[in-house]
């Protein structure tokens, strides 16, 4: 029976609607939302609204989109594309489908692109569009993409699904992609298995592809994390030319060697790392005298070892970086190099570049030095060791004098620059990183928060120390250099920032155009008794620039330096393996550099800080989807369950929940208490029509989990309770 209504008020209000969306797709569900909220009075049921839409589909004002089966106005009413001004510009799909270009030197998306309108082009593509014309909402121009210019990648993970009769389907690992695989050959393939394909054509409506590897089966342990690994474009494995290049490489410490290094194997230099380390790049010595510290940092010589344009440097800049995950390390080098022949193992003679401060009782550099030596590792401390010694624990009862004195000055120098760091600006954002334990089979067991204790910072304080000197040092000979540098965050952000904060109590005293290091760290330190600090701290992480490496220094903002660089880690970080270079070329005359190869490896360097930097974001987008999918695999194990936390995130979907070991879910709008809910982008809230409940961030919460997918990475919980309210 057709419902009773006015069809000719409701039809005109809902065509209204839809044309003010002037060509845009739109589901049902949105025009109901969107009639409520224009109409909050109107008693209508919603079968009577979606009947009513129904009706202005068969009468042909309306028609549906063939694959998403959105409302569009027919053809004769659809919006002109605005051919004559063609631009270029990198689209970013969202989970819905649709996706937002940015221009070229804009840091944020200008035109919108409904998913009917991407025309093939897929996430982080360069791509071709045309605006369409006299339309704009919150700021975005509508456009439509002409043509793909450039495919971001050509490699996607996917599984296969095969049925009895042969019939397959590929399911991509990335939710963003949409196109369906059609693939040249499926022979040998078996149902459930995850696969490395290759697109080698892109038509708009399909992709075709190309084995190039089968990782194993979906459900064969270690294929999750490897998935991720060969989707992120990093090669887990090295191939035999490199391995074999670096088994012939051998430790042999001649006499050249021990006449052009200056021989530290007697004084008592030790490491300190993380139980679990098993390449140690960094070893230190401090001596004091009246109240002036020697501060002695030497670092794995990996330069040695793996020259200018050899096989290894070939595969250590592709790298860029090593990889930590939760089960695994992908090194940078081969293990004889990373685990053995460069790691400074203890009682074992090393190379080493070292770097040796003199620093005053204000934490300032008096003098610096940097030569090559040798040294031999007197002891592996881990940090719980020397956490436990500080804490009067243990006592070393088992090591001389000298080396307790030694840990003890340690202490006493770090304490100092620590103070020299916080005076100048340094950002402390304390954000807290989750450890996950898995068992054999990868399975993830427990997921608890990473601790930092005094060791940890004292290690990180020396190794800032050792940076800055060897920049400072390298600044007064004008080389041509690599820096670590850290932009002022972009006032946009900031004002963003403020916004959010001063909701959660957060008291910001000076102007944004003025920010300075110092100026944040004011912030965080005349707001430690907020209860919101974890989030506000995660808040102002996201609002600043990224680090990265140029040879353009202007400096680093978040550790309030002026001269910085990475030069501690050169086992693990390619730059690092680069200043190390800069320093024999340019300092310790070694043989082996001609002015050829000067010349070749300073014109590279602008060319390699850009790729390092561009392999740290994929390490670290690495780092994260595998913590995502174990996240969800352990969350999984734990639905129905209850756990309290706070709202990080929201948006016109849902919110988003932080629970106390860092995991993150989404509560979507229908799992919150039924209502209405209305987003207001600029005040960043949801609130309720008629129960008039808001969430915002910081808002403590307890949810139930409802949903967690190790395949998508996602977890869904439910609203239980509001357990405090703004």
Excluded at 20 to 44: D, M, Q, T, V
Excluded at 164 to 176: A, L, P
Excluded at 312 to 322: H, I, N, P
Aim: aromatic share 8%.
């Amino acid at each position: 029976m057709k419902p009773n209504f006015n069809s000719d008020l409701l039809e005109q209000a809902i065509v209204d609607i839809v044309t003010k969306e002037n060509g845009r797709p739109i589901p049902a569900g949105i025009i109901l939302a969107k009639y409520r909220k224009s109409k909050p009075k109107a008693s209508f049921a919603n079968d009577v609204i979606y009947h009513a839409i129904h009706q202005l589909i068969k009468k042909g004002i309306f028609k549906q989109t063939f694959k998403s089966k959105s409302i569009v106005l027919t053809e004769n009413r659809t919006p002109k594309v605005n051919m004559s001004n063609l631009q270029e510009g990198k689209i970013a799909i969202i989970s819905s489908g649709s996706g937002f270009i940015t221009l070229d030197n804009q840091t944020k998306a200008q035109f919108f692109v409904h998913k009917s309108n991407l025309n093939g082009a897929l996430n982080e593509d360069r791509v071709q569009f045309a605006q369409i014309e006299k339309y704009k909402q919150n700021d975005l121009l509508d456009a439509t993409v002409t043509k793909v210019i450039s495919h971001a990648k050509d490699f996607y993970v996917g599984i296969i699904n095969i049925d009895s009769e042969n019939h397959y389907t590929v399911k991509i690992d990335d939710d963003k992609f949409y196109l369906p695989i059609k693939l040249d050959n499926i022979q040998g393939l078996v149902n459930g298995q995850k696969i490395l394909i290759k697109i080698v054509q892109f038509d708009k409506d399909s992709a075709h592809a190309t084995i190039s590897r089968i990782i194993g089966h979906v459900s064969d342990p270690g294929v999750d994390i490897l998935s991720i690994l060969y989707d992120n474009g990093v090669e887990p494995e090295f191939d035999d030319t490199v391995l074999n290049y670096a088994r012939d490489i051998k430790l042999n410490i001649d006499d050249y060697q021990r006449k052009i290094r200056r021989d530290l194997t007697k004084l008592p230099i030790v490491t300190i790392d993380p139980a679990t380390s098993k390449d140690f790049d960094d070893a230190i010595h401090v001596s004091k005298s009246d109240d002036k510290f020697v501060l002695t940092v030497s670092i794995a010589d990996v330069s040695h070892y793996v020259k200018f344009k050899s096989v290894l440097d070939e595969v250590a800049q592709k790298r860029g970086c090593s990889i930590y995950l939760v089960d695994r390390v992908i090194p940078m080098l081969p293990h004889n190099l990373s685990d053995d022949i460069c790691s400074l193992n203890p009682q074992v003679e090393r190379l080493t570049l070292t770097c040796e401060m003199l620093i005053n009782s204000n934490g300032k550099f008096e003098d610096i030095k940097v030569y090559p030596s040798i040294i031999k590792s007197h002891r592996r401390f881990s940090y719980d060791e020397v956490n436990a010694y500080f804490s009067k624990q243990v006592d070393f009862h088992d090591e001389s004098l000298q080396v307790k004195q030694m840990i003890d000055d340690a202490l006493t120098l770090h304490k100092i620059l620590d103070k020299n760091k916080k005076d100048r600006g340094y950002i402390a954002f304390n954000i807290p990183e989750p450890i996950i334990l898995v068992d054999k089979q990868g399975v993830p067991i427990e997921i608890k928060k990473r601790e930092s204790g005094t060791a940890q910072k004292m290690i990180e304080d020396f190794m800032i120390a050792a940076n800055e000197a060897v920049t400072i040092y390298a600044q007064k000979r004008n080389w041509p250099f690599i820096y670590r540098v850290h932009d002022k965050p972009l006032k946009e952000r900031l004002e963003l920032f403020s916004l959010e904060a001063k909701k959660l109590g957060f008291k910001i005293t000076s102007k944004l155009s003025e920010i300075q290091p110092h100026t944040i760290a004011e912030w965080i330190k005349n707001n430690q008794d907020n209860p919101n600090l974890d989030l506000i701290n995660t808040m102002l992480l996201r609002t600043m620039a990224k680090a990265e490496y140029s040879v353009n220094n202007i400096g680093h903002f978040g550790l309030a330096s002026s001269h910085y660089t990475h030069f501690t880690s050169p086992i693990r970080r390619y730059p690092d393996l680069l200043v190390h270079r800069i320093y024999w070329m340019y300092e310790f005359n070694n043989q082996q550099n001609t002015n050829p190869n000067q010349q070749a490896a300073t014109q590279l360097l602008d060319e390699q800080a850009r790729i390092s930097s561009k392999n740290e974001l994929i390490a670290i987008k690495c780092e994260r989807d595998v913590n995502s999918m174990k996240f969800a695999e352990y969350m999984s194990k734990h639905i129905g369950e209850e756990y309290e936390g706070y709202i990080t995130t929201v948006s016109s979907y849902g919110i988003f929940v932080q629970l106390a070991n860092t995991v993150e879910g989404l509560v979507k709008l229908g799992n919150l208490p039924s209502d209405f809910y209305n987003f207001n982008q600029k005040t960043n809230e949801l609130k309720g029509q008629k129960k008039g409940l808001v969430f915002s961030l910081g808002i403590k919460v307890l949810v139930k989990v409802i949903a967690a997918d190790k395949l998508t990475r996602k977890i869904e919980f439910a609203l239980t309770k509001i357990l405090n309210k703004r």
